[in-house]
């Protein structure tokens, strides 16, 4: 059974990674991308810049091993997957930044040091949430999660979670009105100075990235495996493509604010609103 749910994590990683590349329209410039040469600045942090997107890639994995494929079945079944995943965004927020410092150069460092600031005003609310979603189980494993979700979706249940987790989602995948990093106000930020096949690795593990915190987010709020007639594991997949083409259309169609304006809104409305969810969620609970 193991080496069944790890076929299935990677399966699902390599098939939801295309559908992210074919969302976002990136196939001839990614492919273009492999076959260019890569240019390097002066005395980059040459470890830094090859394990980045690599970890990257491995966190989206590891956070995918903890979603169940189907009710009672996942690869880490862990009383604590809701932590496993929390510790996976902390690590990213590393990750991002040290692709970003790797470079040594002006715009990647700018993005590594925006994305750093922006991190933990986003972070705190995707706890705030998870921890709500969490309270009707009583417990912190995803498997737990799901089953109290067989009457009632947290969607319904909790309406104001899977919104405001669409934000996170935007800011781990470093897309649209959340892509602080890889900005095109700073010449792709911590990507500016990547070329070749590096930079089509970054995009790859990003994509991934996107499939792991999508299927995360039909666990916790649409019930993941749940659902008549089909199997666990295509209704998983099927809920995780919609909310991936959702916030791939969000990331292209939402406007970027100002760091400094996007900043006010994380901790002015976004964090508040959270903790409020959290403590109506909890009083609901009980």
Known sequence: MTGLLVLAVLATLLAGTCFAVLLDRAQPALVAEFFRSRVETEAPDRLNRDLAPAWYLA????????????????????????????????????????????????????????????????????????????????????????????????????????????????????????????GADIATGTSAEESGAARATWYLARAAMLVSVSALAATVFLGGPLGPLLPGPVWLWLKTAALMALTAWLGHHVARPPPGRMLTLLWIALLPLSFLHLAISGVLAL
């Open 59 to 182: 966190l989206a994995a590891i956070g995918l091993s903890v979603v169940p494929f189907a009710p009672g079945l996942a690869l880490i079944d862990s009383p604590a997957g809701i932590v496993i995943w929390g510790s996976c965004e902390a690590l990213i927020v590393v990750t991002v930044f040290l692709h970003g410092w790797a470079p040594n150069a002006p715009f990647p460092l700018i993005g590594a040091y925006r994305y750093a600031a922006l991190a933990l005003p986003v972070m705190l609310p995707s706890m705030f949430v998870l921890i709500a979603a969490a309270l009707p189980a009583q417990s912190l494993s995803l498997i737990a999660i799901v089953d109290s979700q067989r009457e009632i979706w947290n969607v319904i249940r909790q309406p104001l979670g899977l919104p405001l987790f669409l934000v996170v989602a935007l800011a781990l995948t470093l897309r649209g009105p959340m892509d602080y990093a890889d």
